[in-house]
């Protein structure tokens, strides 16, 4: 014999089920409620310390000193999503991150010995779960820090950004010192062959070559007025001087080509020199600061109420599927009676 069940499945049979348990529902929603109330005093309280900063444009600081480079980036200019991202990279660091945990000593405050097992996975672990950081619409960077001191958590906020800042300079700063090296290199190599190209200049100009171009052209001129006139002395005498320019001028012109071009570079490479310079010893704020954090004077978790809240919904609900079975199971073993 066909049964019927112990409630239908339309929205009145829902609501004649509910209306039956509604006291024991409600008992448990509320048992619920009231347990997870209690047991949230048992959970240390944790503060939140928030700072937020735009990145600055990264270029290099002889741009803003040299006069004839053209750059479509303002100093002024607030960093895009590509300098948000950037930072992040930078803020999650080991350097950072190793500096924070020392400066604050996090082993002890996080009861984490540092000689157990695991005990730098276990680090990292809360590490990331009270420190994080993001970009915003507005492509600023927020770093959130989350502690059981308000001090603690706006220190730690803080001294991210700082040492952010410390980091970007120092990084900036080493790799302007390796281009400095690679072009005192270079200059010190141009120096040693343009003294070379003067010496050696200097050898020919004792040999009374001065101007190659326009001596040739003076003593062919004097060679063929001297012929024209027959003046053999002059003749002997001007074709010594030939001899000499024709021995030694092919030489004067290409060291003199030679040297008035690394003459050229030789400046070139000194402004460039100068600018690099002015790279590796300049310290130039890498952020701009919106908000600092401060320490908070109400905790951010835990939010007892909303936990109350989500334990009463959530014993609701599961009451209900426990009744709604316990009432299918006896409604199928009264059939089967």
């Keep these: 014999m066909n049964q019927h069940p112990p409630f239908s499945n339309s929205s009145n049979g829902v609501l004649e089920f509910i209306l039956t ?9 509320a048992l619920s409620g009231l347990l997870a109330f209690g047991i949230s005093f048992f959970i240390k309280p944790k503060y939140k310390g928030t700072a937020v900063f735009y990145p600055a444009v990264t270029q290099s600081i002889s741009n803003l000193v040299s006069t004839g480079r053209n750059t479509d980036k303002d100093f002024l200019d607030y960093g895009e999503e590509e300098e948000a991202e950037r930072v992040i990279q930078i803020l999650q660091a080991n350097e950072i991150r190793e500096y924070i945990i020392a400066n604050y000593d996090l082993w002890k405050h996080y009861d984490i010995d540092p000689n157990s097992t695991k005990a730098r996975t276990k680090m990292m672990r809360e590490y990331k779960e009270n420190v994080s950081f993001r970009r915003t619409e507005f492509n600023s960077v927020e770093i959130s820090v989350y502690d059981t001191d308000p001090k603690r958590a706006a ?8 040492k952010l800042d410390t980091l970007k300079n ?15 290199t270079k200059y010190t190599e141009l120096v040693q062959r343009i003294d070379q190209l003067s010496d050696s200049l200097g050898v020919i100009r004792s040999k009374g070559i001065n101007d190659y171009e326009s ?5 062919n001129k004097e060679y063929a007025a001297a012929v024209a006139s027959g003046n053999q002395r002059a003749i002997a005498a001007l074709q010594q001087k030939l001899d000499t320019l024709s021995k030694y001028g092919s030489a004067y012109v290409s060291l003199s080509s030679e040297l008035d071009l690394l003459t050229e570079q030789k400046v070139l490479l000194e402004r460039k020199r100068e600018e690099i310079k002015t790279d590796a010893e300049s310290f130039v704020p890498q952020i701009m600061p919106i908000d600092f954090a401060y320490e908070a004077d109400s905790k951010t978790y835990p939010k007892r109420l909303l936990i109350a809240l989500g334990a009463a919904f959530s014993g609701l609900i599961l009451g209900a599927l426990f009744l709604f079975a316990q009432t299918y199971i006896q409604a199928g073993r009264q059939a089967k009676g």
């Design 170 to 184: 120092r990084i900036q700063q080493e790799r302007a010192q390796q281009g400095l090296l690679v072009v005192e």
């Design 155 to 162: 220190g730690m906020a803080n001294d991210l950004v700082h």
């Design 215 to 219: 001596q040739a052209e003076v003593v």
């Design 21 to 29: 348990h509604w006291k024991k529902l409600f008992l448990i929603s």
